[in-house]
């Protein structure tokens, strides 16, 4: 998926928010939920992806991401229950994988497991994310993905 994208990530449902660009949106996504670049969303667990819109380019991509980041969290939650009233993890629909349907996705994004914290990593890929999903397992160095990449 390399296109310009705008991107809304959060920690759970109604949680922390996180506003990004990027040219490639599987790569990122992957990146920031398998924490491979040290930051704000490592640091809060952020890694569900919530929102995302695609651009021409990335110039208008920067421009709408510079202008939601000005935005007050109430504008955002609108914007993110618009389009995806559940807080789904929207890493399904941008790389095509079946979610893990063992817990439901409800006690995922709301935090509500039998422990009571939040499993930081429910939906960790196993498939490091290139432009097209490869058939077979790939390792993150066969990918060009290192720790302290970034968009």
Same mark, same amino acid.
């Given at each position: 998926? &390399?296109?310009?994208?705008?991107? !809304?990530?959060?920690?759970?449902? =109604?949680?922390? +928010?996180?506003?990004?660009?990027? /040219?490639?949106?599987? #790569? &990122? ?12 969303? @490592?640091?809060?667990? *952020? ?9 021409? %380019?990335?110039? /208008?991509? *920067? %421009? &709408?991401? #510079?202008?939601?980041?000005?935005? =007050?969290?109430?504008?955002? !939650?609108? +914007?993110?229950?618009? %389009?995806?009233? @559940?807080?789904? @993890? +929207? ?13 439901? !996705?409800?006690?995922? !994004? ?6 009571? *914290? ?8 196993? $498939?490091?994310? %290139?432009?097209? $999903? ?10 060009? $993905?290192?720790?302290?990449? @970034?968009?």
């Amino acid at each position: 998926m &390399r296109q310009p994208a705008v991107y !809304l990530m959060a920690s759970q449902r =109604n949680g922390t +928010l996180y506003v990004g660009v990027t /040219s490639d949106l599987i #790569k &990122r996504v992957w990146q920031h939920k398998n924490h491979v670049v040290e930051g704000f969303t @490592d640091k809060y667990g *952020i890694d569900l992806l919530v929102w995302f819109e695609q651009h021409e %380019t990335m110039e /208008s991509a *920067i %421009t &709408r991401e #510079k202008a939601i980041k000005k935005w =007050n969290r109430a504008w955002k !939650l609108a +914007l993110i229950e618009k %389009t995806n009233p @559940d807080w789904a @993890d +929207l890493w399904f629909v941008i790389t095509g994988e079946m979610p893990d349907f063992r817990r439901p !996705l409800d006690s995922r !994004l709301r935090g509500n497991d039998e422990s009571g *914290i939040r499993d930081r990593h429910p939906q960790t890929p196993v $498939i490091p994310p %290139t432009s097209v $999903i490869p058939p077979t397992p790939v390792i993150p160095a066969q990918a060009g $993905i290192q720790k302290g990449d @970034d968009a």
